[in-house]
T-cell receptor, first 115, second 109 residues
Framework: AQSVTQLGSHVSVSEGALVLLRCNYS??????LFWYVQYPNQGLQLLLK??????LVKGINGFEAEFKKSETSFHLTKPSAHMSDAAEYFC?????????????FGTGTQLKVEL | EAGVTQSPTHLIKTRGQQATLRCSPI?????VYWYQQALGLGLQFLLW???????NRGNFPPRFSGRQFPNYSSELNVNALELEDSALYLC????????FGQGTRLTVV
């Protein structure tokens, strides 16, 4: 079965500092991987996705993620944090068969950005 | 292009009642997915509808049910509400990834 593990339920960075949110996946077949962001009392917004091809994926709001098969990782990064980046971030993996586009989500990482 | 829309935004029900939540997918999307986001439990897959049929369901009791209409909109019904059903219910439609609506906050008192 596919799963994702997000290391660190809470991450705190200073404004302007590098953001690194960690995600490791488990999949017996080549996965599709996603990062979503959720602001308080809102739905999930897709940040970026990896399906096939280039392993470095650029998303919205300056975020990017790199698919590393050898490390089974898909960490999310942003060079310089902004106050507006404070939110909860979810990594997700697509179940490739029998579930359509059903995603399995990690438990989320709450990002705090401090002045 | 309009995104996924959900109604109502908030819903308050008493224990034992029934709740009905509605979702309209992005135009052209035929699949609708429902997720429950309860405090401390993360995002749990509930149901997947495609072309009017239930294709898959998560590990939830039968009192969670739904349907998909010919226009691909969907309805989630929760019968015999329990306090632990209080959660944000998210609907999504899909094209490679899932596009989510803003959710319905269900509170059971």
């Amino acid at each position: 079965a596919q799963s994702v593990t997000q290391l660190g339920s809470h991450v705190s960075v200073s404004e302007g500092a590098l953001v690194l949110l960690r995600c490791n996946y488990s999949s017996s077949v080549p996965p599709y991987l996603f990062w979503y962001v959720q602001y308080p009392n809102q739905g999930l917004q897709l940040l970026l996705k990896y399906t096939t091809g280039a392993t470095l994926v650029k998303g919205i709001n300056g975020f990017e993620a790199e698919f590393k098969k050898s490390e089974t990782s898909f960490h999310l990064t942003k060079p310089s944090a902004h106050m507006s980046d404070a939110a909860e971030y979810f990594c997700a993996v697509r179940v490739p068969t029998g579930g359509g586009n059903k995603l399995t989500f990690g438990t989320g990482t709450q990002l705090k950005v401090e002045l | 292009e309009a995104g996924v829309t959900q109604s109502p935004t908030h819903l308050i029900k008493t224990r034992g009642q029934q709740a009905t939540l509605r979702c309209s997918p992005i135009s052209g999307h035929t699949s609708v997915y429902w997720y429950q986001q309860a405090l401390g439990l993360g995002l749990q897959f509930l149901l997947w509808y495609d072309e009017g049929e239930e294709r898959n369901r998560g590990n939830f009791p039968p009192r969670f049910s739904g349907r998909q209409f010919p226009n691909y909109s969907s309805e989630l019904n929760v019968n015999a509400l329990e306090l632990e059903d209080s959660a944000l219910y998210l609907c999504a439609s899909s094209f490679l990834g899932l596009e989510f609506g803003q959710g319905t906050r269900l509170t059971v008192v």
